[in-house]
């Protein structure tokens, strides 16, 4: 009996010995059950950031925008005055020609009283009044020049006073949401409108703590969006969450995506496939 179960056992252990080992996942088993979104790359909600009445409010829903474009603008008619009357001091040059007119009189008066003071025909005290007002006029051309400046640096305040009354789009993006218009007030704890940003786009990936070690920074991968939206596209690893969850033992990845055209909607679920290879910034 114990030379059959001896038997038994050593046909066991070799039955063993030839099984296939188990195949450790690789990270595309893992990400094939991962949770995958596709999110906006970056939300800004917009808001003035000094109060008052809005006098316009140039966008609508779903409205494209550029970098820079006008959003949203204050009443500015006082403010709107200050800068042009700025804008005439700062540009003019008549103070400047009335001094250096004034200073050629000065210098010429001067001159004759140096002739005449040399022919012994003028008293000292004339001749230093004649040299004294030359000087003077001189300067005076020197402040009015340093006026002019100061016009320039005062414009170039009030200009910058009278842009923060426009709120501009800070990228490319489209309008969701329009909360503030004409008429109403707006300060810097009321968005106006919020710009969402596109393109590119944030893929979400959370993975097991057991694929940690296999993500790397800069790592390609291909998005492929649900249908209808379709299309796989290349994306790059631009964050690995340096934190795992440890009630879910998951933690985040996020990845670049372009998306030119806005041909793909955020908040759209997708599948990811990491292609392995790490792209630099020129790819």
């Not at 964050?239 to 909607?265: C, E, H, M, W, Y």
Request: aromatic share 4%; with cysteine.
């Amino acid at each position: 009996m114990q030379a059959i179960a001896w038997r038994a056992l050593s046909g066991l252990f070799a039955a063993f010995l030839l099984m296939p080992a188990a195949r450790a996942e690789s990270l595309d088993d893992y990400a094939a059950r991962a949770s995958c979104l596709i999110t906006p790359f970056h939300i800004y909600k917009l808001a003035m950031s000094i109060p008052g009445p809005l006098a316009s409010v140039a966008v609508k829903r779903a409205d494209l925008v550029k970098k820079g474009q006008v959003i949203a603008q204050l009443e500015s008619v006082v403010e709107q005055a200050q800068v042009d009357a700025a804008r005439v001091r700062a540009t003019t040059d008549v103070a400047i020609r009335l001094k250096t007119a004034v200073y050629s009189a000065a210098a010429a008066k001067l001159e004759r009283q140096r002739k005449l003071k040399v022919a012994a025909v003028t008293s000292e005290q004339a001749f230093e009044e004649a040299e004294a007002a030359a000087s003077v006029a001189k300067e005076e051309i020197e402040q009015a020049r340093l006026d002019k400046e100061l016009a320039a640096l005062e414009l170039a305040r009030l200009e910058g006073m009278l842009d923060r009354r426009i709120l501009r789009a800070p990228a490319e993006g489209v309008v969701t949401s329009v909360e503030l218009h004409a008429g109403e007030y707006a300060d810097s704890t009321n968005p106006v409108a919020t710009v969402t940003e596109i393109d590119p786009l944030t893929v979400d990936v959370y993975l097991p703590a057991k694929a940690y070690p296999l993500v790397a920074m800069g790592m390609s991968a291909v998005v492929t969006p649900q249908e209808p939206q379709g299309g796989a596209r290349e994306g790059v690893v631009i964050t690995k969450d340096p934190q795992i969850d440890a009630a879910s033992g998951l933690f985040l990845v996020q990845l670049r995506l372009p998306n030119p055209g806005a041909a793909i909607p955020a908040g759209v679920h997708c599948s990811v496939k990491f292609g392995g290879r790490t792209l630099t910034h020129r790819e």
